[in-house]
């Protein structure tokens, strides 16, 4: 299988969410539709390539929250807070629950078929990586990957017809303070059927070992070539795409978030 890291210089959330999405509807369109010796994302490299190969996406934002496809904001976050310290929230297509982004964080995507989505494999880079650092860390039944009993790694998914999509966090030195700060809710209840976030004791990977955005990021690449071999590499924006406009706009759009 053919693999490729393709790593984000940009920081926004809602273009970062719209590149990955965009990737991720690549695996459903026709073979028809690349040109004779490029394959769907413009690399020269063979219509049918795409649809047999592994990518690992690696993004950073700054100040945001995500929330998970089917959760309410006002619920999850304090959201005039955030409007009044420039905070950006946004709403990502897999489920799950809200988190607090920043450059202190780390978020990766596993995209491929789903022919050839292997859960335990992905998750195994992502762990080979932290114990490239000098801290073991386990998995837990809520797609989390915790050490000590704290979480340091959020997970979440989606699938379409042909393409699925595994993606995380990795808390290396992002300010709690301010997760917490904006993640409270509001104490009053608000009547809908969303999903809700469980409250998780997290902890930053750089107050268990020396570990810094940087370094995790190269052990990141290490093990995602350890596990699926030799892997080219390029920045997101030398990737011809299509809708990323389309799609970061309406990440940014009132009516979405």
């Known amino acids: 299988m053919r693999a490729r890291i393709l790593v984000s210089s940009c920081t926004d959330p809602y273009r970062n969410l719209a590149y990955e999405e965009a990737l991720l509807l690549t695996f459903d369109e026709s073979n028809a539709s690349s040109s004779p010796g490029t394959d769907a994302l413009g690399c020269g490299a063979g219509a049918l390539a795409l649809h047999d190969e592994i990518i690992l996406f690696i993004w950073q934002n700054d100040r945001s929250v995500i929330i998970g496809r089917g959760q309410n904001a006002w619920r999850e976050c304090r959201s005039e807070l955030l409007e009044s310290d420039g905070v950006k929230l946004a709403r990502r297509t897999t489920g799950g629950g809200a988190v607090y982004h920043d450059l202190g964080n780390i978020n990766f995507s596993f995209l491929l078929s789903r022919s050839k989505y292997d859960l335990t494999l992905q998750l195994s880079v ?30 979440a998914f989606r699938f379409t017809e042909n393409g699925a999509l595994h993606h995380g966090t990795l808390l290396v030195s992002t300010d709690t303070d301010k997760m917490m700060r904006y993640l409270s809710a509001p104490k009053q209840k608000l009547s809908a059927r969303v999903v809700q976030s469980t409250p998780t004791e997290v902890v930053n990977l750089s107050a268990l070992a020396n570990v810094t955005v940087e370094k995790l990021k190269k052990r990141l690449c290490d093990a995602f070539h350890a596990v699926y071999g030799p892997a080219e590499s390029a920045d997101i924006k030398t990737v011809q795409l299509a809708d990323v406009e389309a799609l970061a706009e309406r990440n940014a759009s009132w009516d979405w978030n």
């Open 126 to 155: 992502v762990r080979q990586a932290i114990r490239a650092c000098g801290i073991d860390c386990v998995c837990t039944g809520r797609n989390d990957l915790s050490v000590g009993g704290k979480k340091i790694s959020g997970n």
